[in-house]
């Protein structure tokens, strides 16, 4: 089943820049979506499609591919960006999502 | 706007069949492209996906659970129905259902339910 590897934890002071990443094998080939998780609520979708952002998602998150990882970019983060953050492709052999192990955003 | 809504059982006994309902507005499963699928997430652990449908019928699983999962839809009363068999303390987790308006490579969860938290002891 593929994989997708992302750090457990990132930390990060308020209006600097965090960058949380997701790797996978051939992940270029791949489109990746995120999601933003705070504590006790659902999911939401912050960027799909690889940079992707649904309506009403700041400009500040943003996201990339290069090589074999993915990235998503929070810029000038807020104490509110604080949650759980995980990534999302297709696994093409096995025909179905996975999800990474998900990266607890910190705000310093 | 598009909602969903988990409900059930709050609490299963080991080995019973847990049966999970997702009802929803705002979209139909009779429309192309649009799929719902269901999520779980342990307490303190990271999201697993379990199954979806797609407005054709057809439908995915887990390789982990697929033995132990149903998933069906039933568009006139805009439901999906999630079963899973021989339940035991560690499928304790909260239980979401989610839309996609995507398929495969282009699959992804753009709105999700609140939740319902399952409990599964003796």
Redesign the interface.
């Known amino acids: ?1 593929y994989v997708l590897t992302q750090p457990p934890s990132v930390s990060v002071a308020p209006g600097k820049t965090a960058r949380i990443t997701c790797g996978g094998n051939n992940i270029g080939g ?2 990746v ?1 995120w ?1 933003q ?1 705070k504590p006790g ?5 912050v960027i ?2 690889d940079g992707d952002r ?1 309506s009403g998602i700041p400009e500040r998150f943003s996201g990339s591919k290069s090589g074999n990882t993915a990235t998503l970019t929070i810029s000038r983060v807020e104490a509110g960006d604080e949650a759980d953050y ?1 990534c ?1 492709v ?1 696994d ?1 052999i ?9 990266t607890k955003l910190t705000v310093l | 706007q598009i909602t969903l809504k988990e409900s059930g059982p709050t609490l299963v006994k080991p080995t019973q069949t847990l049966t999970l309902t997702c009802t929803f507005s705002g979209f139909s499963l009779s429309t192309s492209g649009v799929g719902v ?1 269901w ?1 779980r997430q342990p307490p303190g652990k ?4 379990l199954a ?1 449908i797609y407005w054709d019928d057809d439908k ?4 982990s659970l697929k033995s132990r999962l149903t998933i069906s839809k039933d568009t006139s009363k805009n439901q999906v129905v999630l079963t899973m068999t021989n339940m035991d303390p560690v499928d304790t987790a909260t239980y ?1 259902c989610a839309h996609s308006g995507g398929r ?12 319902t938290t399952v409990t599964v002891s003796s």
């Open positions: 089943s791949k489109s979506h999601y998780q609520q659902a999911p939401v979708l799909y499609y649904p995980y999302q297709w093409s096995g025909d179905h999502p996975v999800f990474g192990g998900g | 699928g999520i990271a999201l697993e996906w979806l995915r699983y887990s390789p979401y495969n490579y282009y699959y992804y969860m753009d709105v999700w339910g609140k939740g």
